[in-house]
Nanobody, 127 residues
């Protein structure tokens, strides 16, 4: 089992920044992918960004390109999501996900490709 703990959520004004962290522990594996998803109020969960541990390739949803940056610390089994120029529409519960990611679907936001999920952290952007 792998446990994921997210942190860094909170309340911020539009135009501000937040940095989310996701720490993986337990039976982690060396080759993996980590992703961030979010669920806005009253909407379905959606893909935000993902990173491949080997090579560090990054993938983003169009809605966050140029504003969000995903990064990872392999030694710490931790992924980060730096969120800049936040908009009211970024308000959501943000979830971290972790998996073997043997298929590219992982980096295309296919939820079923991920094996483990965090509990979520709330991000609220006020106008």
């Amino acid at each position: 089992q792998v446990q994921l703990v997210e942190s860094g959520g909170g309340l911020v004004q539009a135009g501000g920044s937040l940095r989310l962290s996701c720490a993986a522990s337990g039976r982690t594996f060396s080759s993996n992918g980590m992703g961030w998803f979010r669920q806005p109020p009253g909407k379905e969960r959606e893909f935000v960004a993902a990173i491949r541990s080997s090579g560090g390739d990054e993938y983003y949803a169009d809605a966050v390109k140029g504003r969000f940056t995903i990064s990872g610390d392999i030694a710490k089994n931790t992924a980060y999501l730096q969120m800049n120029s936040l908009k009211v529409e970024d308000t959501a519960v943000y979830y971290c996900a972790y998996g073997y990611c043997l298929n590219f679907g992982c980096y295309d936001g296919v939820e079923i490709e991920y094996d483990y999920w965090g509990q979520g952290t709330q991000v609220t952007v006020s106008a």
